[in-house]
């Protein structure tokens, strides 16, 4: 899980969405509104918006290629719970939340890590 991660406003420009991923090597961003979790915001979102707008990210806002509600799980959810639920749903991501406040974002990449350390101790015993 990423602790204290990165974020971006609603009402921001694809631009600095798509540059803040980049320079940070990440993939999702919460998206916020006034503190308060509104969305969450990837890679394949922008791509796809600017795909279909055909419209370079600096005129097109956040809020136009956010997912809204996105899935969300407080920070003592059980593991099993929240990779069953990513995985029916196909969801890339889970924000983790404590109260309304954003503590962290637990991606596909962190399961497949959590996976890959069971299986090494499995396969070590």
Known sequence: M???PHSIG???????????MRGHRIRHLPVLRG???VGMISER???WIETLKEE???ALLVSEAMSPCPYAVAPEAPLSEV?????????GS???????????VFTTTDALAVLAALLTQQEAA
């Open 2 to 4: 990423t602790r204290s």
């Open 10 to 20: 609603a009402d921001q420009k694809i631009g600095l969405a798509r540059s803040l």
């Open 35 to 37: 503190g308060r979790l």
């Open 45 to 47: 979102d922008i791509f």
């Open 56 to 58: 370079e990210g600096d």
């Open 83 to 91: 990779v069953r639920e990513m995985a029916e749903h196909k969801y």
């Open 94 to 104: 889970a924000v983790v939340l404590k109260g309304e406040h954003v503590v962290g």
